[in-house]
């Protein structure tokens, strides 16, 4: 199982990224697929998250109306638009997959940094 997060850089307060998640290994479709974030001297915390088929997404507090989760199935992607980065976006953003009997997969994070 693989899970490889790609996307990450710095960029000004107010630009954009989108991170990539390639998985491989495991039967992507039937996985929840959710992003994850970890800034320094905080605890990990939820980002976003789709369903198996990508009907229903949510999403923390905040990051609405600025994060966008997708993914696409063929190509067992997961994607996170990020627009409008705020500095307290900095964390390392950590892709996670979650089958229908709760295992747990995770990649190696891809560090985000929003700075001026």
């Known amino acids: 199982v693989q899970l490889v997060e790609s996307g990450g850089g710095s960029v000004m307060p107010g630009g954009s990224l989108r991170l990539s998640c390639a998985a491989s290994?495991?039967?992507?479709?039937?996985?929840?697929m959710s992003w994850y974030r970890q800034a320094p001297g905080k605890e990990r915390e939820l980002v976003a998250r789709?369903?198996?088929?990508?009907?229903?997404?949510n999403y923390a507090d905040s990051v609405k109306d600025r994060f966008t989760i997708s993914r696409d199935n063929g190509k067992n992607t997961v994607y996170l638009q990020m627009n409008s980065l705020k500095p307290e976006d900095t964390a390392v953003y950590y892709c996670?997959?979650?089958?229908?009997?709760?295992?747990?997969?995770w990649g190696k994070g891809t560090l985000v940094t929003v700075s001026s």
């Open positions: 996670n997959a979650r089958s229908p009997y709760y295992v747990l997969y």
């Open positions: 290994g495991f039967t992507f479709s039937s996985y929840v």
């Open positions: 789709i369903t198996s088929g990508g009907g229903s997404t």
